[in-house]
């Protein structure tokens, strides 16, 4: 398998613009993960998805921000309009889900390589 | 919402020489499980730990998990360069959701 994957892996664009980044997770996985890193703010968790259904957009900035799973092996990220601030790298990970019968183990995240997000 | 803090945020040492990382929460953490991102790169999961006290060891790193489930450790004896990187702590939330701490960015020169 290749692992996750995420294109583009550089964007470069100007405020206003519409963003769209994509993910293909890894074949089998139920949960799909996108999250935002930057030095101010660590790694944040943006939205989840479990078998291609939201289940939280807390962590969704504003409503600039809008995902995406139309099926199992795809993901998008949209941000409309984008401003500066929203400079950052994306990435997305994918998760076979809980695993264990009595003891709550949940299972490791594979992260995808990231987009590198500037906006000017 | 849950914070975990890590401390501390970096650090800096000859090849060799050991190092630790400590992550800390005020509520107890489900579940721990801890990341290594090297420079330009995507975290990577290493371990993840579950019993209140446990401890697991991968080659010179050793991962444990406190007793009142509220803090946890890595520690790595005779660092290498190879192991130059930022270390994340993520605790296990709701459905696998995971709440990433702030990360110890570790640089080892010779």
């Known amino acids: 398998d290749a692992g996750v994957i995420q294109s583009p892996r550089h964007e470069v664009t100007e405020m206003g613009q519409e963003v769209t980044l994509r993910c293909k997770p890894i074949?089998?996985?139920?949960?799909l993960f996108w999250y935002r890193q930057t030095m101010m703010r660590g790694l944040e968790l943006l939205i989840y998805?479990?078998?291609?259904?939201?289940?939280?957009d807390s962590g969704m900035p504003e409503d600039r921000f809008s995902a995406k799973m139309p099926n199992a092996s795809f993901s998008t990220l949209k941000i409309q309009p984008s401003e500066p601030r929203d400079s950052a790298v994306y990435f997305c990970?994918?998760?076979?889900?809980?695993?264990?019968?009595?003891?709550?183990?949940?299972?490791?995240?594979?992260f995808g390589p990231g987009t590198r997000l500037t906006v000017l | 919402g849950q914070q975990v803090m890590q401390i501390p945020q970096y650090q800096h040492v000859q090849e060799g020489e050991d190092f630790t990382t400590y992550c800390n929460s005020s509520?107890?953490?489900?579940?721990i499980q801890w990341y290594k991102q090297r420079p330009g790169g995507h975290p990577v999961f290493l371990i993840q730990?579950?019993?209140?006290?446990e401890v697991k060891k991968q080659k010179r790193l050793t991962f444990q998990f406190g007793e009142a489930k509220k803090n946890s450790s890595l520690h790595i004896t005779a660092t290498q360069t190879t192991d130059v990187g930022t270390y994340f702590c993520?605790?296990?939330?709701?459905?696998?959701?995971?709440?990433f701490g702030t990360g110890t960015r570790l640089q080892v020169t010779l």
């Open positions: 730990l579950v019993k209140s006290g």
């Open positions: 509520t107890t953490l489900s579940n």
């Open positions: 074949s089998g996985h139920d949960y």
């Open positions: 998805f479990n078998n291609n259904v939201p289940i939280d």
């Open positions: 993520a605790n296990t939330g709701t459905a696998s959701k995971l709440t």
């Open positions: 990970a994918s998760s076979p889900g809980l695993a264990g019968e009595f003891v709550p183990s949940y299972n490791e995240q594979f």
